[in-house]
T-cell receptor, first 113, second 112 residues
Framework: SAVISQKPSRDICQRGTSLTIQCQVD?????MFWYRQQPGQSLTLIATANQGSEATYESGFVIDKFPISRPNLTFSTLTVSNMSPEDSSIYLC??????????FGPGTRLTVT | AQSVTQLDSHVSVSEGTPVLLRCNYS??????LFWYVQHPNKGLQLLLK??????LVKGINGFEAEFKKSETSFHLTKPSAHMSDAAEYFCALWGGSFKTIFGAGTRLFVKA
């Protein structure tokens, strides 16, 4: 199974600033995903990030707010731009090995003040 | 359209009694189904998965789930709850769109 690490594990940021979250996987994977988990809520898919192509965003999420990079098969970043308190969430990176195996990182807990 | 419905937002059991967390799904494709657990301030851990093999799936920590196509259900059970089982549980579906769709979650409380 893939082992995923995320940096930072948590952060407290001021509104109007941006935070870049890093996701590192210990093996090469084609499909990577970024999820948001708002307080007390389930997981919502932000975007799918495949290496060599633009990220595909879900309804309600836009590239200007959540730019994503995927420079290689083991790494991705998600930036939360121009933050507001509503962006306070856990952001999780995930990788998939086909339809039967999906693994999640430990998450980045973001608080925006 | 694909969806996952967890029928209970909260479930409370006494330690040593059975656990039942209910999940119904809707999918146009033959789905893969998962249960994940999330302990406070932790990431998601895969408990078990159904991928069109045996309909009764055994997972970690004594949990199991049964896939019932006729009822479009994938309920999670455990014969005897332990205090350490207290957590949030998510049912999830991987359908034909290469995305995982999560249910709203069920918080399990275990009383001593």
């Amino acid at each position: 199974s893939a082992v995923i690490s995320q940096k930072p594990s948590r952060d407290i940021c001021q509104r109007g600033t941006s935070l870049t979250i890093q996701c590192q996987v210990d093996s090469q994977v084609t499909m990577m995903f970024w999820y948001r988990q708002q307080p007390g809520q389930s997981l919502t898919l932000i975007a799918t990030a495949n290496q060599g192509s633009e990220a595909t965003y879900e309804s309600g999420f836009v590239i200007d707010k959540f730019p994503i990079s995927r420079p290689n098969l083991t790494f991705s970043t998600l930036t939360v731009s121009n933050m507001s308190p509503e962006d306070s969430s856990i952001y999780l990176c995930s990788v998939a090995e086909g339809r039967n195996e999906q693994y999640f990182g430990p998450g980045t807990r973001l608080t925006v003040t | 359209a694909q969806s996952v419905t967890q029928l209970d937002s909260h479930v409370s059991v006494s330690e040593g009694t059975p656990v039942l967390l209910r999940c119904n799904y809707s999918s146009s494709y033959s789905p893969s189904l998962f249960w994940y657990v999330q302990h406070p301030n932790k990431g998601l851990q895969l408990l078990l998965k159904y991928t069109s093999a045996a309909t009764l799936v055994k997972g970690i920590n004594g949990f199991e789930a049964e896939f019932k196509k006729s009822e479009t259900s994938f309920h999670l059970t455990k014969p005897s709850a332990h205090m350490s089982d207290a957590a949030e549980y998510f049912c999830a579906l991987w359908g034909g769109s290469f995305k995982t769709i999560f249910g709203a979650g069920t918080r399990l409380f275990v009383k001593a």
